[in-house]
């Protein structure tokens, strides 16, 4: 009866742990996608939606259905942004800020997006958005009623529109969230940057106060950062080197060294030699994982909202920092789980070394292992990296590595065998083979068994299912047969 209640105990309090760690796990997985996807910048995005902060300015209903109305829409959307960008010069304030930031979350919904990596799709939309301002600043835009319309196309059918002197294509997406509308293609991403540099010194059809506004936001900078500072960095540092001003480039080296700094100084600050035992010591290494998450999410959020580096330096830095998100993401999501099943053992008494406490830091680690590939192949697709299709094409190489981890696999299943039959505990004194002696620990991998002679015998857990065991510690009664000399 009190073994029965004991496992009935045990499979209760696994039940609870697992399903806590499902919701973290649900939890952690969302949040990792929410980083990746901060802005609606992608062609599936929806044409007229506008970032969460940008509460003031117009809100222009985008028309994507034929040629005409993206042309059109890109129109409004340039006045749009030269007026707002304007307003912020003379403001500074974060209103204004708002205002571009709208402008420009319904601007990159007019180009097709969907081949450029999640982590640089916003930055490398807004950059090919202001080349496509520059561009038709020197190249007039047709005129409206010269633009095919939606009746122009059969339904379904390819259709494209070849914007006249530009190689610019406005193509009809033939599949996915955006599919039948009308965008920019996905070839404006590389042209426009190549196309600008042979128009660059064509004079400006419309004279104004801005002769390059890819020039001018390369020097922008947001609300944080003071007007007079960016204004008093010498012009030799203005120079752009991999499409961001030197200065800027500097001042986000040096801020990454002083997050690097502090979080050294943090880690050294709460490592401390009592944390409470085993338990406080797993909540201790939370602290480590959530200080480089937040310094991530803290730098990227800087780069991109206050400095705003752009070009091929961005594209590596926000690569970058995706990277350390969702690893630091994926660490958070290990320790929190090692730590919550830990806390689970303590209260449910159970002693250091007993089989039920081993088997629940087994399933830790398992679910740990899994949710953090998962959430770190999220972060890799994010970045670019086409983790989900090479996984789906695997084939023989799949073959190969579960063929690979075979041994390591049947010593996980021989682990949950041994819980699950439950022929020994820890501490039973058993014979197995020509061998004997006391079981010490059963462990993911291997069981040990402490012999009579005091020499320990560790035993792969594949093997040690399969042999025929005799558990001295579970007879009802004990034969003793023993020979008494009489005199």
């Given at each position: 009866?009190?073994?029965?209640?004991h496992f009935g105990w045990t499979r209760c309090l696994l039940s609870a742990a697992s399903a806590a760690t499902m919701r973290l796990a649900a939890l952690l997985l969302m949040s990792a996608i929410a980083v990746a996807q901060e802005a609606?910048?992608?062609?599936?995005?929806?044409?007229?939606?506008?970032?969460?902060?940008?509460?003031?300015?117009?809100?222009?209903?985008?028309?994507?259905?034929?040629?005409?109305?993206?042309?059109?829409?890109?129109?409004?959307?340039?006045?749009?942004?030269?007026?707002?960008?304007?307003?912020?010069?003379?403001?500074?304030?974060?209103?204004?800020?708002?205002?571009?930031?709208?402008?420009?979350?319904?601007?990159?919904?007019l180009i097709d997006l969907s081949q450029v990596p999640e982590a640089t799709r916003r930055e490398v939309g807004a950059e090919t958005a202001t080349y496509l301002l520059d561009i038709f600043n020197r190249v007039p835009l047709p005129a409206?009623?010269?633009?095919?319309?939606?009746?122009?196309?059969?339904?379904?059918?390819?259709?494209?529109?070849?914007?006249?002197?530009?190689?610019?294509?406005?193509?009809?997406?033939?599949?996915?969230?955006?599919?039948?509308?009308?965008?920019?293609?996905?070839?404006?991403?590389?042209?426009?940057?190549?196309?600008?540099?042979?128009?660059?010194?064509?004079?400006?059809?419309?004279?104004?106060?801005?002769?390059?506004?890819?020039?001018?936001?390369?020097?922008?900078?947001?609300?944080?950062?003071?007007?007079?500072?960016?204004?008093?960095?010498?012009?030799?540092?203005?120079?752009?080197?991999?499409?961001?001003?030197?200065?800027?480039?500097?001042?986000?080296?040096?801020?990454?060294?002083?997050?690097?700094?502090?979080?050294?100084?943090?880690?050294?600050?709460?490592?401390?030699?009592?944390?409470?035992?085993?338990?406080?010591?797993?909540?201790?290494?939370?602290l480590s994982p959530l200080a480089v998450l937040l310094a991530g999410l803290g730098l990227r959020y800087f780069l991109s909202g206050q400095i705003i580096v752009a070009g091929t330096f961005a594209a590596v830095t926000y690569a970058g920092?995706?990277?350390?998100?969702?690893?630091?993401?994926?660490?958070?999501?290990?320790?929190?789980?090692?730590?919550?099943?830990?806390?689970?053992?303590?209260?449910?008494?159970?002693?250091?070394?007993?089989?039920?406490?081993?088997?629940?830091?087994?399933?830790?680690?398992?679910?740990?292992?899994?949710?953090?590939?998962?959430?770190?192949?999220?972060?890799?697709?994010?970045?670019?990296?086409?983790?989900?299709?090479?996984?789906?094409?695997?084939?023989?190489?799949?073959?190969?590595?579960?063929?690979?981890?075979?041994?390591?696999?049947?010593?996980?299943?021989?682990?949950?065998?041994?819980?699950?039959?439950?022929?020994?505990?820890?501490?039973?004194?058993?014979?197995?083979?020509?061998?004997?002696?006391?079981?010490?620990?059963?462990?993911?991998?291997?069981?040990?068994?402490?012999?009579?002679?005091?020499?320990?015998?560790?035993?792969?857990?594949?093997?040690?299912?399969?042999?025929?065991?005799?558990?001295?510690?579970?007879?009802?009664?004990?034969?003793?047969?023993?020979?008494?000399?009489?005199?």
């Amino acid at each position: 009866m009190r073994a029965s209640s004991h496992f009935g105990w045990t499979r209760c309090l696994l039940s609870a742990a697992s399903a806590a760690t499902m919701r973290l796990a649900a939890l952690l997985l969302m949040s990792a996608i929410a980083v990746a996807q901060e802005a609606p910048s992608e062609a599936g995005a929806d044409p007229g939606q506008a970032s969460a902060g940008a509460v003031v300015g117009p809100q222009y209903g985008l028309e994507t259905s034929s040629p005409r109305g993206v042309i059109a829409s890109f129109q409004r959307l340039s006045a749009e942004f030269e007026a707002a960008m304007t307003a912020y010069k003379t403001a500074h304030d974060r209103q204004s800020a708002d205002r571009i930031a709208l402008v420009l979350d319904q601007w990159l919904s007019l180009i097709d997006l969907s081949q450029v990596p999640e982590a640089t799709r916003r930055e490398v939309g807004a950059e090919t958005a202001t080349y496509l301002l520059d561009i038709f600043n020197r190249v007039p835009l047709p005129a409206l009623d010269t633009v095919p319309d939606a009746t122009a196309f059969k339904p379904g059918s390819p259709a494209a529109y070849a914007v006249p002197d530009t190689p610019f294509r406005i193509v009809r997406i033939a599949d996915g969230p955006r599919q039948g509308e009308f965008l920019f293609s996905q070839h404006t991403v590389n042209s426009a940057p190549q196309f600008y540099r042979t128009v660059e010194n064509l004079p400006l059809h419309t004279p104004g106060p801005v002769r390059s506004w890819g020039s001018e936001i390369r020097q922008f900078t947001g609300p944080m950062v003071p007007v007079a500072l960016a204004d008093a960095v010498p012009e030799k540092l203005k120079r752009p080197v991999l499409g961001t001003p030197i200065w800027k480039i500097v001042a986000s080296v040096l801020l990454t060294a002083i997050s690097v700094l502090i979080l050294l100084a943090w880690n050294r600050a709460t490592t401390h030699p009592d944390w409470g035992g085993r338990v406080g010591e797993r909540w201790r290494l939370l602290l480590s994982p959530l200080a480089v998450l937040l310094a991530g999410l803290g730098l990227r959020y800087f780069l991109s909202g206050q400095i705003i580096v752009a070009g091929t330096f961005a594209a590596v830095t926000y690569a970058g920092l995706t990277a350390v998100i969702y690893l630091a993401l994926a660490w958070t999501f290990w320790v929190l789980l090692l730590a919550i099943f830990e806390t689970a053992i303590s209260r449910s008494a159970l002693p250091e070394q007993n089989f039920d406490a081993h088997m629940l830091r087994l399933i830790a680690r398992i679910i740990g292992i899994v949710g953090g590939i998962v959430i770190v192949a999220y972060g890799a697709q994010d970045i670019g990296l086409p983790v989900f299709s090479l996984l789906a094409g695997l084939g023989i190489g799949g073959l190969a590595i579960a063929l690979a981890i075979r041994p390591t696999l049947e010593n996980l299943i021989g682990g949950f065998i041994l819980y699950l039959d439950r022929p020994i505990r820890v501490g039973d004194f058993c014979t197995f083979g020509d061998r004997s002696g006391t079981v010490e620990s059963i462990g993911i991998r291997s069981t040990q068994v402490r012999a009579k002679d005091r020499t320990m015998i560790t035993v792969p857990n594949a093997q040690f299912a399969d042999m025929q065991i005799v558990n001295w510690a579970q007879c009802d009664r004990m034969l003793i047969s023993q020979t008494i000399g009489l005199r």
